[in-house]
Each structure stands twice: as structure tokens, then as C-alpha cells.
């Protein structure tokens, strides 16, 4: 036992020392790692900003699960997290060797390093691409292969590592057990890994819904008023968000991990699938003029169920705010450091 809490503590400080290095963005992942390293395990909604053209076109963004003291045999298979480590993001992806989920180490998912010391406080697109490559060559080459130059390929491969590079994820975290690990692992490492993605009723925020029902059952749903039936990031949070108001247990908590500062184009908010009808003049207008029916319905589904404020309190300490051990808030008791993250309002 003393052996295990001078290796958490280790863990601990290392956690402090790599928020330093890396600011605001590490402050947050520090937090996380330490989180991950001590006794209590979480599981956490990672609600991803849109970004880029598609972005502009579809604003629902993407959404993908953290499991803290889940990790990956492979990038298709899992295992429980050993001592040191720091567990996986897991989502469902489109056109990756036809596989519908991938697990991919936190750290990588979002700075495609295996080391959190070795992230870059800036990035432009070049950089961006010379470290998921980097990376994708160690580890990803069953997923992504070189092309025929053996050069970097293209694909929605380049989902999988270097997320913060390109967006900011927005989390809600809640805790979870040894016996809900257990059995997460069991389920998805029997099931068939087969891809069948489906805008409407098969996409990433659809798996997010089956993963978190595993550890909560029945907490998210869809919102046949706000979204139109599909299952959206935004409303994947807003039910685990009421679930935690609901069940105080779980101790629901918020963070926020920017997008790494650089010449890379900023993200986009989130919306829902009324909420974004409703705020796009290119696309309320015309249906204003077609069908004033439809459209006051839209508004009036935006109004009543489509609404979400992100908590604006969900701070990003800095180094010096963890001076008293990690989780230890200023001004405040101590907390666990998986909860250190602003709690939902």
C-alpha cells in the first residue's frame, strides 16, 4: 500500500510538472492525469467543437468518450489501465478499415505525442501534420498505411490523434467503478468491431449514448423536439448534465481543454440541429419564405428544448493554484482531483 501511494503521489507531481510546461491546455490535462492516476476512476463526455468547412456546414461537432482507467491492447481491443497510465478516448469513426469504434491513448488523442512534456505551446498545419504522422507511423500503421508514395496518407484517420490541435473539447465527467470498467471491457472487446456509420442514427454521438449507458443506464436520450430524432453532441451533454443534477452521487463535473494556440483556423461552438437552423440566416431565411409554418416550429423547438449554456466557471488553474497537492482548489477544501474541474451549475 505504501508503495501504491508514493507511486500515486509520483504520478501526482508529474501531472503538476506537465501543466506548467504546457499552460492553459496542460493545465487542464494535468488534471486529468492526475485524476487518472489516483484510486477513483471516471468517465467523462468529450463534447468537440466543429472545425473547418464541414465545421461551418455541420456545427453539431463531435463527441467521444474518456474512460480513465480503461486502455488499449490495440486500437481495436482494451485491457484495464496498469500503474502509470493514464487510460483512453474512444469513439466511432467513419471509413477507418471499416471499424466502427477506435481507442486511442488520452495524451496522443490530443497532442499526437506520447508525452505530455513534448506537446508544443504553438502550432501551425505544418506541424500539426509532421507530428500525427510522426505518430501514425509508431502506432497507426494497421489503420493508416502509407499511400503509394510512402508518404502520409489522406482519411478521416487524422481523427484519431492531435484533436486540441484543431478544436476545443468541452467535458463532463462523472465516476465511475472497477466493476463498470470491467464489464465496459468484457462487452466491446466481444462485440463485433464492424463500422456502420449513419449520420441520423449511427454516429459518434449515437455511441457516446450506448458507452455512457453502459456506466449509466438510461441517462442520455434523444430529443425528438430539439434535434429532430438524431442523437447530437450537445444533447448527449445536456442529458448527462441533468443526470447529474438528478443523482449528486456521481459528482458531475465540468471542464474545458483549449485548442492549442497557433495559425491553425479556430473551432467552431456546438449546436443542435434546431439551434443551428435557428442561428444560420442561410438557412432560416429561405425556409422563413418557403414555409413560415416549419420555421416558427424550429424556433419555437430551439426555445424550449434546444437551449444549452456551457458553464462559463469551468476554470483552467495554473500550477501555482496546485501548490497544496493537486485537486486543492484556492480558497477552497480539497477535492478530488478528478472532480478539481468546475462543477456543472
Known sequence: MKRQRESRVRGMRRACAWGWRLGRAGAVLALLLAGAAS?????ALLMEEPYGDLGAFDPTGHAAVY???VCAASPIELRECQPGEFGVVI??????????????PLIPYLYSVEDASEVPVWVDKAKVAGLRDAYRREHLE????????????????????????DRTLHGFQVKSTAEQDARFIAIFNDRRNKGHFNMFFHNCADFSRVVLDIYLPHAVHRSIVADLGMTTPKQVAKSLVKYGQKH??????????????GSV?????VDGVAESLVKSKKYLLPMAVLSP???GAVVVAYLAKGRMKLPKDAVVFNVDDLEDGP???PGGDPVEPAAAAAPMR
Open 265 to 269: 483556423p479556430r473551432s467552431h461552438p
Open 39 to 43: 484510486a477513483g476512476a471516471s468517465v
Open 91 to 104: 469513439s466511432r469513426y467513419h471509413r477507418i478499415e471499416g471499424y466502427d469504434w477506435i481507442a486511442v
Open 293 to 295: 409554418e416549419v420555421t
Open 142 to 165: 494497421m489503420l493508416a498505411p502509407d499511400d503509394k508514395n510512402g508518404g502520409m496518407p489522406d482519411g478521416d484517420w487524422t481523427q484519431l490523434v492531435g484533436s486540441a490541435y
Open 248 to 261: 449528486p452521487e456521481v459528482e458531475m463535473s465540468a471542464f474545458v481543454i483549449p485548442q492549442v494556440a
Open 327 to 329: 485537486g486543492h482548489l
Open 67 to 69: 474512460l480513465s482507467h
